[in-house]
């Protein structure tokens, strides 16, 4: 016997028709399916950017093809699901090299490929990349069913114990999704089996399981016209099941295969980290996003993307912390939002239904549950899919912003901001007070041109605490020989978690006022020790052509000790572990250079399980430190928990940071988690200032009380 074999071996002429009528139905139903996605996306305000075509292709590709994104922090679910990917494509593509020679190459070009050595690797394939399907499933399933981690399990932090929505539905949703693939893998391997039982062809060997099932089935009897029987029916349930598969996938949880790599390839690079700007002639309900029509087409792309995996759910500090926050749930009711309103519920008539121009503020989306929000991009660097859940908060929380609807400590902050340009109210005076104490004077570079322009921040300016670390600093700097100078009262704040908390106007004036005094500066570089102000100079003010080189204090120090400008003389026999700040790690990617100080100066560090990319959040960005609290559980605050992380290590003598906030966070999270006397804080800083083993100067006010420069 020549090794092939035939579709439609058995079947008479009028169920082969029936055969490819069955076939255009279901093409028709995906079409129609997949015409009505692109039609909701259509409404979202704005077009669909798609610059660079080639580039983020390139990224798509290399994203989907690789799982890099879905593997990471969960490698046992990364290897499900590339199984899964690579089973499933193996077998579509085998389908349609089927198709191609069934419909095409043989009957018009006479080609009649599919036999001997070809037919053989083809079968061998089939059967093995079926079976890495069935395994990825199984992987699945036990995940899903026996292991059940936290962020796989429905739970919701922003609804009391039974209001939960369309949630049962998704876990009927998941199983459905997992069982129908089980069953048209099962369902292949049962028709192969059976027609091998018929038959009985020995080059059919090349399909092992086939084969050895077939065999077996055969030693049970199974044979002829009783095989033949069962492959007819088994042909029918198979194919089917295939075709309804197919046609569903625009209406189910199969949407992703679609919309997910449309995402990866959609996304914003910067996602987050420079937020998009609101238009200059925007009409105050063009603000943000207020209903789902204002969703931009990408967002919305971006909303049917979500595979429900929890990701972001389980990394998200307000949702461990029992915020009323979940990114996922959020994401998954905007959804809900977007299908009864403009998608494929909506043209079916099945509820719930959504006027598409209501308000989502309220209904679906709390405003309580965007308050939580601390923008420290965990779930945006963590989605495998690419969903942008800190863009689309921020963009909501504009909205809020507009209406005035927004907690009264964090308008009254925003108020003393503009009124005094710095969010502790205090007499712009009052700025540069922490540099009488130094015993030698600072610049002030707008009347001297300085190598150094220090942007010295809120928070390193004004809290006690952090005074003594920004002095600290000011000394090393000046040991070093570091020519530098600030801007004493004519700093503002940088407007970073001003933007963060939706209040772009804000933000374009405090970014034009500190725009206007840097540029009329002379200087080189601009150093600052706040990584929140580190990142708004160095990323989001280009509105004005700034082409500043911003370094953080801690990339500054390790230049300092490679150019031997410092040498530390103590080497410094601490077990300490190191916090990396959200804006500092996650936005933009500073990691090694804290890291590679402490080293220098002889720390022993230890990593906490949660550290750089997957750092856990202080609590303190997006502006939740201006706001009133709104956990609705006994869990610990972050900060708390990540005091609580510290200790656990063991023998641990300091907590090191590099962020202000930090610093106003974590003292207070040592005291309030009950660890006081268990670990102190320490920041770079202090810990390089004690590597150089120098004497404390003698303060300005020591030596006669020098004037007090303004």
Sequence with gaps: ??????????????????????????????VWGV????????????????????????RTAVVVLTHSWI????????????????????????????GFQDDFAKPVLGWDFFRNEFYKVYSLFLDVFGVALIVGLAIMAYKRGIQRPFRLRYWRPDRPEGEDGRRPLYVIGDWTFLGILFFLALTGFLLESF???????????WSPLGWTVGKAFRG????????????????????????????????????HMLTSPASVASRDERAGRELAPIPANAK????????????????????????????????????????????????????????????????????????PRASILGDPIRPETLWSCMQCMACVEICPVGIEHVPIINQMRRRLVERGEMDPTLQQTLESIYETGNSFGEPRRKRARWTKELGFD?????????????????????????????????????HAGVDFGILYDAERNAGCDVRRVGEEGLFNHLREENAATISSCTFDRILTW??????????????????????????????????????????????????????????????????????????????????????????????????????????????????DEAVALGGIDYFVVCCPKDVTMYEDAIKTSGHQGAIELRELTELVWESLDLAMPVAAGDRGGEEEHT
Excluded at 1 to 22: K, N, Q
Excluded at 76 to 87: E, K, P, Q, S, T
Excluded at 293 to 309: G, I, N, Y
């Design 1 to 30: 016997m020549t090794p092939t074999r035939s579709t439609f071996a058995g079947l008479s002429t009028w169920e082969i028709v029936f055969w490819y009528f069955l076939i255009a139905v279901s093409t028709v139903i995906f």
């Design 35 to 58: 015409v009505r996605l692109i039609l909701k996306y259509r409404r979202g305000r704005g077009p669909l950017q798609f610059d660079r075509p080639l580039t983020r292709l390139r």
């Design 71 to 98: 593997k990471r922090r969960d490698p046992v679910a990364g290897a499900g699901h590339f199984l899964i990917f690579y089973g499933f494509v193996v077998l579509f593509i085998g389908t349609a090299i089927l």
């Design 195 to 205: 027609r091998i039982a018929e038959t009985n062809p020995s080059f059919e060997v």
């Design 220 to 255: 049970l009897g199974l044979t002829g016209d009783t095989a033949a029987d069962a492959h007819f029916v088994q042909w029918w349930v198979h194919g089917v099941a295939a075709l309804g598969f197919v046609a569903s996938i625009p209406f189910t949880k199969a949407v």
């Design 284 to 355: 105050p309900d063009e603000v943000g996003y207020g209903t789902i029509l204002d969703f931009s087409p990408r967002h919305l792309v971006q909303l049917d993307a979500c595979t429900k995996c929890g990701k972001c759910h389980a990394a998200c500090p307000a949702t461990n912390s029992g915020y009323p926050l979940s990114p996922r749930d959020l994401i998954l009711d905007l959804r809900e939002v977007a299908e009864g309103a403009l998608g494929i519920r909506h043209e079916l008539h099945v509820a719930p239904l959504r006027d």
């Design 442 to 478: 600072v610049k002030d570079i707008r009347k001297e041109p300085a190598e150094i322009l220090w942007f010295v921040g809120d928070y390193a300016s004004f809290d006690p605490r952090n005074q003594l670390v920004t002095q600290m600093l000011a000394r090393v700097l000046h």
């Design 530 to 643: 706040d990584p929140h102000s580190f990142h708004t100079l160095r990323n989001e003010y280009g509105a004005f052509d700034a082409d500043w080189d911003v370094v953080h204090h801690s990339q500054f120090l390790l230049e300092l000790v490679l150019d031997g400008r410092l040498t530390p003389k103590k080497r410094l026999d601490y077990r300490i572990t190191y916090h990396d700040p959200c804006t500092l790690g996650r936005y933009n990617g500073v990691y090694d250079e804290p890291r590679q100080v402490l080293a220098a100066i002889g720390t022993e560090l230890v990593e906490m399980p949660r550290s750089r990319d997957n750092s856990f959040c202080c609590g303190a960005g997006g502006g939740r430190i201006w706001m009133t609290e709104l956990k609705r559980d006994d869990a610990p605050r972050p900060s708390e928990q990540r005091i």
